[in-house]
């Protein structure tokens, strides 16, 4: 590697250990651990739920979908895009202001116990019991693809980029909680829109300007132009689909209990829209710029995995090492955008949710944000061994991609419908509550050992059942339960008002 490109990367990792290091001065106890005292502007909530809602797929998995299969990759990205803005629109200002009327609840368990008055502490041990398993996995997935970046681009063997990226991400998330992660994520956020706007127009100037892109793609074969190429109707439901997580999953939507205020949401919200619709365009082009940029020396057509290589590949032939190095931030920049925040909702799962609820509940500020920091090293030093090779090849990119797909799908069946219907539907009930995060959890869990069957019908991807059944869980067990208290229905309309205001 050029010297240029290593001093640049390494001056964005020492940039990121800095803020962490400032956002431990400003973090007093574990509202400011856990959600930043609710003081984040519309600008960096955006940026941050954006960033830790990409990961590296943005800048290597769907470049590459798009480099293997062409145009039909769209898909994902018309479902991805209409599940943010309704979660944006509809789901944001009422859990802001919901989490606040109801007792100042700081993570999702926390909501969903004070929501429901529940004082047998179910609620709060299944929610957190299902984020602490989630995102063991997903966090172990994302170190895989940030050990593979390093190991790419430096040369390093996997083991000892596993463990050098692996520090980097635990250190700021330790020192500065929620406020370094959500810092750190607006500059990620940021790099992220930069080089997915910078690589493929330059990629497309370089091939003579879209219309001359298009057509040397088409007569390479024209499959490539094709959006319906591939999909049949289960296939383009499956990739639509993957809106719908964007509901359950706990490191998006505390960004949306973060925020100032709810009057600063519909700002927020055109920020947050604007980066991901041009970030998940931005990622297509690149992938499809590749296919002709690259078809006298392709990769791998039809590969995916290797096929992610793509956007690495351009970053070498088009920049200057200076540039390159900035740009293999940007890939490093989504990758830990998305860990640390994985590993801070799981921290405060722990802290909050079990040692505080269970174990101690007369627990001073500073010692939870202790257990914070030390619930951060236990998920990641559990994530990095999970991480760590089964084979000397490092043979496991595959079982990432399905890894986040299933981590996706988990959340989005076990809390998506939980938090739509506590947040809108005040006969909701606690007992309603408990059989959807089971009954979604659960679906997803069995419909992913399923191949086949009917048409094809488990080749559905399984959020779609797990989030119909869960929703239907909940409507069937609240109608037939007795109905909320009068504390219970005042409150929602308290939260209500507030969300208008």
């Given at each position: 590697m050029e010297t240029a490109t290593l001093v640049t990367f390494i001056a964005y990792l020492v940039g990121m250990?800095?803020?962490?290091?400032?956002?431990?001065?400003?973090?007093?106890?574990?509202?400011?651990?856990?959600?930043?005292?609710?003081?984040?502007?519309?600008g960096v909530a955006a940026l941050s739920a954006g960033a830790s809602d990409m990961s590296s797929w943005l800048l290597l998995g769907m470049p590459g979908a798009a480099y293997a299969t062409g145009m039909n990759s769209i898909w994902i990205c018309i479902g991805l895009t209409i599940g943010a803005y309704l979660n944006w629109q509809f789901v944001a200002r009422r859990l802001r202001s919901y989490t606040e009327v109801a007792?100042?609840?700081?993570?999702?368990?926390?909501?969903?116990?004070?929501?429901?008055?529940?004082?047998?502490?179910?609620?709060?041990?299944?929610?957190?019991?299902?984020?602490?398993?989630?995102?063991?996995?997903?966090?172990?997935?994302?170190?895989?693809?940030?050990?593979?970046?390093?190991?790419?681009?430096?040369?390093?063997?996997?083991?000892?980029?596993?463990?050098?990226?692996?520090?980097?991400?635990?250190?700021?998330?330790?020192?500065?909680?929620?406020?370094?992660?959500?810092?750190?994520?607006?500059?990620?956020?940021?790099?992220?829109?930069?080089?997915?706007?910078?690589v493929p127009i330059?990629?497309?100037?370089?091939?003579?300007?879209?219309?001359?892109?298009?057509?040397?793609?088409?007569?390479?074969?024209?499959?490539?132009?094709?959006?319906?190429?591939?999909?049949?109707?289960?296939?383009?439901?499956?990739?639509?689909?993957?809106?719908?997580?964007?509901?359950?999953?706990?490191?998006?939507?505390?960004?949306?209990?973060?925020?100032?205020?709810?009057?600063?949401?519909?700002?927020?919200r055109l920020i947050g829209m604007t980066w991901m619709v041009v970030g998940l365009f931005g990622a297509i082009f690149v992938g499809f710029a590749g296919i002709a940029y690259f078809a006298n020396d392709p990769l791998i057509v039809g590969d995916v995995d290797n096929s992610e290589k793509v956007f690495m590949l351009f970053t070498d032939v088009l920049f200057n090492p200076w540039v390159s190095g900035f740009l293999l931030a940007a890939i490093l920049s989504a990758i830990m955008s998305t860990i640390d925040s994985q590993l801070l909702v799981s921290s405060s799962a722990l802290a909050e949710d079990f040692y505080k609820a269970i174990l101690r509940k007369d627990a001073s500020d500073k010692e939870l944000v202790w257990i914070g920091r030390f619930g951060v090293l236990l998920i990641a030093v559990i994530a990095v061994l999970l991480a760590l090779p089964s084979n000397p090849d490092n043979e496991n990119a595959t079982s990432i991609l399905d890894l986040v797909s299933y981590a996706w799908g988990g959340f989005g069946a076990a809390f998506g419908p939980v938090i739509i219907l506590s947040l809108f539907w005040k006969r909701m009930t606690r007992n309603g509550a408990l059989v959807g995060i089971i009954l979604g959890a659960l679906t997803v869990i069995i419909w992913k050992q399923l191949e086949g069957g009917i048409f094809g019908i488990f080749d559905l991807y399984e959020i779609v059942p797990g989030f119909v059944l869960g929703w239907l869980g909940i409507l069937l067990v609240s109608v037939l339960d007795k109905e909320p208290t009068e504390e219970i229905s005042e409150e929602f309309d308290r939260a209500e008002e507030l969300s208008k205001q």
């Amino acid at each position: 590697m050029e010297t240029a490109t290593l001093v640049t990367f390494i001056a964005y990792l020492v940039g990121m250990l800095t803020l962490g290091i400032i956002a431990y001065r400003l973090t007093n106890n574990l509202s400011d651990y856990v959600l930043g005292g609710r003081s984040l502007g519309p600008g960096v909530a955006a940026l941050s739920a954006g960033a830790s809602d990409m990961s590296s797929w943005l800048l290597l998995g769907m470049p590459g979908a798009a480099y293997a299969t062409g145009m039909n990759s769209i898909w994902i990205c018309i479902g991805l895009t209409i599940g943010a803005y309704l979660n944006w629109q509809f789901v944001a200002r009422r859990l802001r202001s919901y989490t606040e009327v109801a007792q100042d609840s700081i993570t999702v368990p926390d909501f969903l116990e004070n929501r429901f008055r529940d004082k047998s502490k179910a609620l709060r041990s299944i929610s957190a019991l299902v984020i602490l398993i989630f995102f063991t996995f997903y966090t172990s997935s994302g170190l895989v693809g940030g050990a593979l970046l390093f190991q790419e681009s430096f040369g390093m063997t996997y083991n000892a980029a596993l463990i050098i990226g692996a520090l980097v991400i635990i250190s700021y998330t330790f020192l500065g909680g929620f406020l370094a992660v959500s810092w750190t994520d607006f500059i990620q956020g940021i790099l992220m829109f930069l080089a997915l706007v910078i690589v493929p127009i330059v990629a497309i100037q370089k091939l003579g300007g879209w219309s001359e892109t298009v057509s040397t793609v088409a007569e390479m074969d024209s499959a490539y132009v094709n959006v319906y190429e591939g999909m049949g109707f289960i296939a383009i439901v499956s990739l639509l689909a993957w809106g719908l997580g964007y509901f359950g999953q706990p490191h998006i939507i505390t960004r949306f209990m973060a925020i100032r205020s709810v009057k600063d949401v519909p700002v927020a919200r055109l920020i947050g829209m604007t980066w991901m619709v041009v970030g998940l365009f931005g990622a297509i082009f690149v992938g499809f710029a590749g296919i002709a940029y690259f078809a006298n020396d392709p990769l791998i057509v039809g590969d995916v995995d290797n096929s992610e290589k793509v956007f690495m590949l351009f970053t070498d032939v088009l920049f200057n090492p200076w540039v390159s190095g900035f740009l293999l931030a940007a890939i490093l920049s989504a990758i830990m955008s998305t860990i640390d925040s994985q590993l801070l909702v799981s921290s405060s799962a722990l802290a909050e949710d079990f040692y505080k609820a269970i174990l101690r509940k007369d627990a001073s500020d500073k010692e939870l944000v202790w257990i914070g920091r030390f619930g951060v090293l236990l998920i990641a030093v559990i994530a990095v061994l999970l991480a760590l090779p089964s084979n000397p090849d490092n043979e496991n990119a595959t079982s990432i991609l399905d890894l986040v797909s299933y981590a996706w799908g988990g959340f989005g069946a076990a809390f998506g419908p939980v938090i739509i219907l506590s947040l809108f539907w005040k006969r909701m009930t606690r007992n309603g509550a408990l059989v959807g995060i089971i009954l979604g959890a659960l679906t997803v869990i069995i419909w992913k050992q399923l191949e086949g069957g009917i048409f094809g019908i488990f080749d559905l991807y399984e959020i779609v059942p797990g989030f119909v059944l869960g929703w239907l869980g909940i409507l069937l067990v609240s109608v037939l339960d007795k109905e909320p208290t009068e504390e219970i229905s005042e409150e929602f309309d308290r939260a209500e008002e507030l969300s208008k205001q």
